[in-house]
């Protein structure tokens, strides 16, 4: 695979694995991407897909025992300098360096990511003094501008405040703030929406968008939620139990998607507009990752299963510009393909 010119993060065939009774977990299992400079991508899949582990395994937070990173590569390019982030040790001086100042991480509950007894400013001001040769005044001065570029109204009573004393709005708000403290280069953002409502939920994305264009970072945004997906990435990656199954632009995803689970994920979503049909639940379940198909791992509960998706995991095929899928009915000469693309269509 030969470097994007303006790839920011390759992850490369990446490997998580978490030593479990009754047998290995793959979580992760041959993952591969790229998150380009300044732009978004979308991370989509059920719940115990592997999005977070990814996420982790990127922020050098993966659990060691029982989790450890069994093969591949995260590559993280600075100017003309290459970090294999799999070759540091997550406590080491340089993966500390770069954790946090320059990729950052908003996780899905602000309540359990924020110390209780310390104040808000205060663990922002930390997080300054710990990258940037600041002093404290000058760091919380700094902290104050986050947390007025983030909405926090009175920004200078709300940082010498509790999480307890913020709405879930402002904590998420606050996380936000935190993580663009030091200007990262990406951002992860790990179901930062999850536990607000529906109206706290618009102003947080709105606000990320915003943030993204002015310090110019990049976002992985991980989420379930197809309808954030469209709202917010540029490019977009399905992954299914441990292993990402389609990946393309998001207008690609959303208009033409290719493999069977995406369909099917596309296929639950209500519509405004044909408010009348039927939602087409996708049948079955997930299966155990301690005893993982030895093909496909979709074909369980795929509409479209063949033999040989029984025993031959697939490859990511490409399927269109910029598109892939890993999926057997991109095989060429199979007629099958045509009859699926005309049935979505």
């Known amino acids: 695979m030969t470097q994007s010119s303006s790839a920011l993060l390759e992850v490369r065939d990446l490997e998580v694995h978490f030593a479990m009774e009754g047998g290995v977990v793959r979580a992760v299992d041959g993952v591969t991407y790229t998150i380009e400079a300044e732009k978004t991508l979308g991370v989509v899949g059920e719940s115990g897909c592997g999005k977070t582990v990814t996420a982790l395994a990127i922020m050098g937070l993966v659990q060691s025992p029982p989790g450890r990173i069994a093969g591949g590569q995260i590559l993280y390019h600075q100017g003309d300098k290459t970090t294999d982030l799999c070759k540091l040790s997550s406590r080491g001086r340089e993966m500390r360096a770069i954790r946090g100042n320059e990729i950052a991480m908003i996780f899905q509950e602000p309540m359990t ?62 996380m936000i703030a935190m993580a663009l403290s030091c200007n990262p280069s990406l951002l992860i ?99 155990d990752p301690r005893d993982a198909p030895a093909g496909c791992g979709f074909e369980p509960r795929c509409p479209h299963s063949m033999e040989m998706c029984k025993t031959t995991m697939p490859p990511l095929l490409d399927v269109g510009p910029q598109h892939t899928a890993a999926c057997w009915l991109y095989q060429p000469d199979r007629a099958l393909i045509r009859r699926t693309i005309r049935e979505w269509e």
């Open 113 to 174: 990511s924020l110390n209780p007894v310390l104040t808000i400013g205060f663990q922002i001001v930390e997080a300054i003094t710990l990258h940037q040769k600041l002093r404290k005044r000058e760091a919380k001065k700094q902290a104050i501008e986050m947390l007025r570029a983030v909405g926090i109204p009175l920004p200078e009573q709300r940082v010498d405040e509790y999480p307890h004393q913020l709405s879930g709005g402002m904590r998420q708000r606050a």
């Open 189 to 287: 953002a790990d179901e930062p929406t999850t536990a607000l409502d529906v109206t706290i939920q618009a102003q947080v994305l709105e606000l990320m968008n915003a943030l993204r264009r002015e310090f110019k970072a990049a976002i992985q945004f991980i989420t379930h939620d197809l309808g954030v997906i469209a709202g917010m990435a540029d490019d977009v990656a399905v992954m299914y139990l441990g292993r990402i199954v389609e990946a393309a632009p998001v207008r690609e995803i959303f208009h033409t998607p290719k493999h069977p689970y995406t369909q099917g994920l596309m296929r639950s979503i209500p519509s405004l507009t044909r408010s009348k049909e039927r939602l087409v639940p996708i049948e079955g379940v997930v299966p």
